[in-house]
């Protein structure tokens, strides 16, 4: 009886205790650079970094980097183009930013950015401004617009790298183009391009850099603004037969879908597709009621963000619009009212509710007494 005894003191005077506890959904709001608003465009794989634009208390425009460590650092201009500047896009592990930089005279270029380096000018196809949208998961592959030597400063589609510099992705057979996203490793780009009835089309343009035609749904435009990691996903905004914007979601293995509405709602844009291909972010502009950022799960309805996280928007700030979501589907970031400081600032919306264990040692004899 007694080694029983004393076998049960052995075991039972160190217990490793395991409890679970979570950390909730979160909204952060990022502030300005001293101005009246900003907006986040971008934000890396891990949601770690944040870029857009936020005004200076002078009104000028800054492209901007934010972390939670170091708060939102102005990124600056171009040496000639020094009026104002912003960012629109970020490269997957948050070194890379691109997007443009404005002359006093109102002439954009296009910029790429890295702390090593600074800010570089991308150039133009031999035209007067560019701008930069959307750049590859490493940072070495840059999309967007540039203006041609064509008369009246026709833009075309360009992609960029540091090797090859500069090059005219061409158009669907009319004169404009653009580009505004390019996946992961660079070899499809999605935009915009004129068809040669005058009309513009979402366009893919493929590994060849061969642009397809991606239609409509149902009226005489459309513009792809995001794919997904392999680009076989493509979201942006089209007119419907009605003239009236809607949010659609394209696949390499079937045609342009819209996809859904709130009631009330009067337009809507789908901005960014998650890294899986299964959610979509954007925006919609509501009857007599403004704009409100938007989640789609595809396959589901669409969800008001400022609804589904009604608990974080307590203090009556609004999610106006979401711009872009981590390539994991758990970070948010756009733009909308903090009821706080009255401004329209970005924001960083943490989806997820994550746990965690607490483990420890516990000697059971501080609790029950020696045991003979």
């Given at each position: 009886?007694?080694?029983?005894?004393?076998?049960?003191?052995?075991?039972?005077?160190?217990?490793?205790?395991?409890?679970?506890?979570?950390?909730?959904?979160?909204?952060?709001?990022?502030?300005?650079?001293?101005?009246?608003?900003?907006?986040?465009?971008?934000?890396?794989?891990?949601?770690?970094?944040?870029?857009?634009?936020?005004?200076?208390?002078?009104?000028?425009?800054?492209?901007?980097?934010?972390?939670?460590?170091?708060?939102?650092?102005?990124?600056?201009?171009?040496?000639?183009?020094?009026?104002?500047?912003?960012?629109?896009?970020?490269?997957?592990?948050?070194?890379?930013?691109?997007?443009?930089?404005?002359?006093?005279?109102?002439?954009?270029?296009?910029?790429?950015?890295?702390?090593?380096?600074?800010?570089?000018?991308?150039?133009?196809?031999?035209?007067?401004?560019?701008?930069?949208?959307?750049?590859?998961?490493?940072?070495?592959?840059?999309?967007?617009?540039?203006?041609?030597?064509?008369?009246?400063?026709?833009?075309?589609?360009?992609?960029?790298?540091?090797?090859?510099?500069?090059?005219?992705?061409?158009?669907?057979?009319?004169?404009?183009?653009?580009?505004?996203?390019?996946?992961?490793?660079?070899?499809?780009?999605?935009?915009?391009?004129?068809?040669?009835?005058?009309?513009?089309?979402?366009?893919?343009?493929?590994?060849?850099?061969?642009?397809?035609?991606?239609?409509?749904?149902?009226?005489?435009?459309?513009?792809?603004?995001?794919?997904?990691?392999?680009?076989?996903?493509?979201?942006?905004?089209?007119?419907?037969?009605?003239?009236?914007?809607?949010?659609?979601?394209?696949?390499?293995?079937?045609?342009?879908?819209?996809?859904?509405?709130?009631?009330?709602?009067?337009?809507?844009?789908?901005?960014?597709?998650?890294?899986?291909?299964?959610?979509?972010?954007?925006?919609?502009?509501?009857?007599?009621?403004?704009?409100?950022?938007?989640?789609?799960?595809?396959?589901?309805?669409?969800?008001?963000l400022n609804v589904t996280y009604a608990s974080l928007l307590s203090d009556g700030s609004l999610?106006?619009?979401?711009?872009?979501?981590?390539?994991?589907?758990?970070?948010?970031?756009?733009?909308?009212?903090?009821?706080?400081?009255?401004?329209?600032?970005?924001?960083?919306?943490?989806?997820?509710?994550?746990?965690?264990?607490?483990?420890?040692?516990?000697?059971?004899?501080?609790?029950?007494?020696?045991?003979?």
């Open positions: 009886m007694r080694f029983h005894k004393v076998w049960a003191a052995l075991c039972c005077s160190l217990v490793v205790l395991f409890a679970t506890s979570a950390l909730p959904q979160s909204l952060t709001w990022l502030g300005t650079l001293g101005g009246a608003q900003s907006a986040a465009t971008d934000v890396s794989a891990d949601g770690q970094v944040v870029v857009g634009w936020a005004k200076l208390v002078s009104g000028y425009l800054r492209a901007f980097r934010w972390t939670a460590a170091d708060g939102m650092q102005d990124l600056g201009t171009l040496p000639v183009y020094n009026s104002a500047s912003g960012a629109h896009a970020v490269c997957a592990d948050g070194t890379t930013i691109v997007g443009w930089s404005e002359h006093p005279s109102g002439v954009r270029h296009a910029f790429r950015w890295r702390r090593e380096e600074g800010m570089r000018d991308l150039g133009t196809l031999g035209g007067s401004w560019s701008e930069a949208y959307g750049v590859s998961a490493d940072g070495n592959v840059v999309v967007g617009d540039a203006a041609t030597p064509a008369t009246g400063g026709v833009g075309h589609a360009f992609r960029w790298t540091p090797g090859g510099g500069i090059q005219d992705m061409g158009t669907l057979g009319g004169e404009w183009s653009g580009a505004r996203q390019v996946c992961a490793d660079g070899s499809i780009v999605v935009g915009w391009a004129y068809t040669p009835d005058g009309e513009y089309h979402a366009c893919r343009w493929d590994t060849a850099g061969t642009p397809l035609d991606l239609d409509t749904l149902g009226g005489v435009a459309s513009v792809a603004l995001a794919c997904s990691l392999d680009g076989s996903v493509v979201v942006g905004w089209s007119y419907n037969e009605a003239a009236l914007f809607r949010a659609f979601y394209w696949t390499d293995t079937e045609d342009i879908r819209h996809l859904g509405i709130l009631p009330q709602s009067y337009y809507a844009w789908a901005y960014d597709v998650s890294g899986d291909r299964r959610i979509a972010v954007g925006e919609t502009s509501l009857l007599n009621a403004g704009h409100r950022a938007l989640r789609w799960r595809v396959g589901m309805s669409v969800e008001d999610l106006q619009g979401a711009y872009a979501i981590s390539e994991n589907g758990r970070f948010i970031v756009g733009y909308g009212i903090h009821a706080t400081t009255r401004r329209t600032e970005a924001f960083v919306l943490d989806t997820e509710a994550r746990t965690f264990r607490i483990s420890g040692n516990i000697n059971l004899r501080d609790y029950v007494g020696d045991i003979t």
